[in-house]
């Protein structure tokens, strides 16, 4: 079993920085793909970033330039660095761990961009 905690949200002006942080414990972490999704109030959850065992990475046209997906395998952790920050940004944000059939989902962090 994978237990997945996420951190690192709250509130921020726009234009502003948040680092998410999500913690995976057991052994499948280093050779599990990691997700970030997103999802605003009445609005489907998203995928916003993806990142592969090996390093490869994605993300959805909305936040290209300004999130970054990385991971560190020696801390069963995988992070989204969040610069430039607007409004539209504002969801719950879930990391999510893939391998083959096996999938599973943090409790989420609230972000929220707002003056």
């Known amino acids: 079993q994978v237990q997945l905690v996420e951190s690192g949200g709250g509130l921020v002006q726009p234009g502003g920085s948040l680092r998410l942080s999500c913690a995976a414990s057991?052994?499948?972490?280093?050779?599990?793909?990691m997700d970030w999704y997103r999802q605003a109030p009445g609005k489907q959850r998203e995928l916003v970033a993806h990142?592969?065992?090996?390093?490869?990475?994605n993300y959805v046209d909305s936040v290209k330039g300004r999130f970054t997906i990385s991971r560190d395998n020696r801390k069963n952790t995988v992070y989204l660095q969040m610069n430039s920050l607007k409004p539209e940004d504002t969801a719950v944000y879930y990391c999510?761990?893939?391998?083959?059939?096996?999938?599973?989902w943090g409790q989420g962090t609230q972000v929220t961009v707002s003056s």
């Open positions: 999510n761990l893939k391998l083959g059939t096996l999938s599973y």
């Open positions: 057991g052994s499948i972490f280093s050779i599990s793909a």
């Open positions: 990142i592969t065992s090996g390093g490869s990475t």
